[in-house]
């Protein structure tokens, strides 16, 4: 499967952004659908993960209540929507979608979208 992120800019802080993820190839129903970031000079950390079918959703600490993933299965789509964004919410945002199971961590992750940059400024 083809991942391609798209919807980033930059926004002031208490701002909000929605962040798509179009698939092509494979089926994207069965996969779980992950978002992650990466700040520079920083690893590339977890943001939120939704379950096949998307009955179960997942989400950092620092994100929780501010952030919603959710999936479109017909258009073969996964969205982020970050509302109340901080400056130390800038990086690029990677999609990421996996054959098997769900959860948090990267290496688990079987294919990855190319990312796009999210800028807060205060």
């Known amino acids: 499967v083809q991942l391609q992120a798209s919807g980033g800019g930059l926004v002031q802080a208490g701002g909000s952004l929605r962040v798509s993820c179009a698939a092509s190839?494979?089926?994207?129903?069965?996969?779980?659908m992950g978002w992650f970031r990466q700040a520079p000079g920083k690893e590339r950390d977890f943001v939120a993960v939704i379950s096949r079918f998307g009955g179960t959703t997942d989400y950092a600490d620092s994100v929780k209540g501010r952030f919603t993933i959710s999936r479109d299965d017909a258009k073969k789509t996964v969205y982020l929507q970050m509302n109340s964004l901080k400056p130390e919410d800038t990086a690029v945002y990677y999609c990421a979608a996996r054959d098997k199971g769900f959860g948090r961590l990267r290496v688990d992750y079987d294919y990855w979208g190319q990312g796009t940059q999210v800028t807060v400024s205060s």
């Open positions: 190839g494979g089926t994207f129903s069965s996969y779980a």
